[in-house]
């Protein structure tokens, strides 16, 4: 069962103590940046959007893009959509981008879409980019940035759900020691005594 997974190991008896070190070190860098990517999803809230548009989803691209598309299709109605996506194609006089790709979960909605530029109905300049197949001839959605330097907020909370999972694995090495503050050094004929007395420490025994 899958709480087999969770429970406390004797780590005198394992024979690859390496691999299970690593486990051990994925499972709690899992656990933090879930934690932190949850306290990301919660920094602000996303009010008055239409019923065909996740509010999640939302926060999840721009989490994970730095950005997120809304947008309307023709085979789709009038419908307001909205979708992870990558901005593509090239840049205008002002490095705002022409096009973008968008794509979701179940592969249905998958291709380019021209994005509106602000601006552009004043100017026209302002939808070409660097060649006319990069233009934004038929505008259909709007690419919304998190932030003014358009950096994904994952690389932030990738940091630090390392950073703190490392910092807690060492404590979880080092709690050993701490119980018996001494490097057991030994001949290879009392490995096993000393694994064993390890074990107890471990497991907060009396030795």
């Given at each position: 069962?899958?709480?087999?997974?969770?429970a406390?190991?004797?780590?005198?008896?394992?024979?690859?103590?390496?691999?299970?070190?690593?486990?051990?070190?994925?499972?709690?860098?899992?656990?933090?940046?879930?934690?932190?990517?949850?306290?990301?999803?919660?920094?602000?809230?996303?009010?008055?959007?239409?019923?065909?548009?996740?509010?999640?989803?939302?926060?999840?691209?721009?989490?994970?893009?730095?950005n997120?598309?809304?947008?309307?299709?023709?085979?789709?109605?009038?419908?307001?959509?909205?979708?992870?996506?990558?901005?593509?194609?090239?840049?205008?006089i002002?490095?705002?981008?022409?096009?973008?790709?968008?794509?979701?979960?179940?592969?249905?909605?998958?291709?380019?879409?021209?994005?509106?530029?602000?601006?552009?109905?004043?100017?026209?300049?302002?939808?070409?980019?660097?060649?006319?197949?990069?233009?934004?001839?038929?505008?259909?959605?709007?690419?919304?940035?998190?932030?003014?330097?358009?950096?994904?907020?994952?690389?932030?909370?990738?940091?630090?759900?390392?950073?703190?999972?490392?910092?807690?694995?060492?404590?979880?090495?080092?709690?050993?020691?701490?119980?018996r503050?001494?490097?057991?050094?030994?001949?290879?004929?009392?490995?096993?005594?000393?694994?064993?007395?390890?074990?107890?420490?471990?497991?907060?025994?009396?030795?």
């Open positions: 069962m899958w709480l087999d997974e969770f406390l190991v004797d780590t005198s008896r394992i024979k690859n103590r390496k691999k299970y070190a690593k486990m051990e070190n994925d499972r709690r860098y899992v656990m933090e940046f879930m934690e932190k990517f949850n306290i990301a999803m919660n920094r602000y809230r996303i009010l008055n959007l239409p019923e065909t548009i996740s509010d999640r989803v939302v926060l999840q691209s721009m989490i994970i893009h730095g997120a598309i809304f947008f309307r299709l023709p085979e789709f109605g009038e419908n307001l959509f909205c979708l992870p996506g990558v901005p593509e194609g090239s840049v205008n002002n490095g705002d981008y022409t096009k973008a790709h968008v794509y979701s979960k179940n592969g249905l909605i998958n291709k380019e879409i021209d994005l509106y530029i602000k601006g552009s109905a004043e100017a026209n300049v302002l939808n070409k980019g660097v060649t006319q197949s990069f233009d934004s001839k038929n505008p259909s959605g709007v690419i919304v940035w998190e932030n003014k330097s358009r950096f994904p907020f994952i690389f932030t909370v990738d940091y630090f759900a390392r950073a703190i999972s490392d910092t807690y694995r060492t404590i979880d090495v080092a709690k050993a020691y701490m119980k503050p001494f490097i057991p050094i030994c001949e290879e004929s009392m490995v096993a005594s000393v694994e064993e007395i390890l074990g107890k420490i471990i497991s907060n025994e009396e030795v």
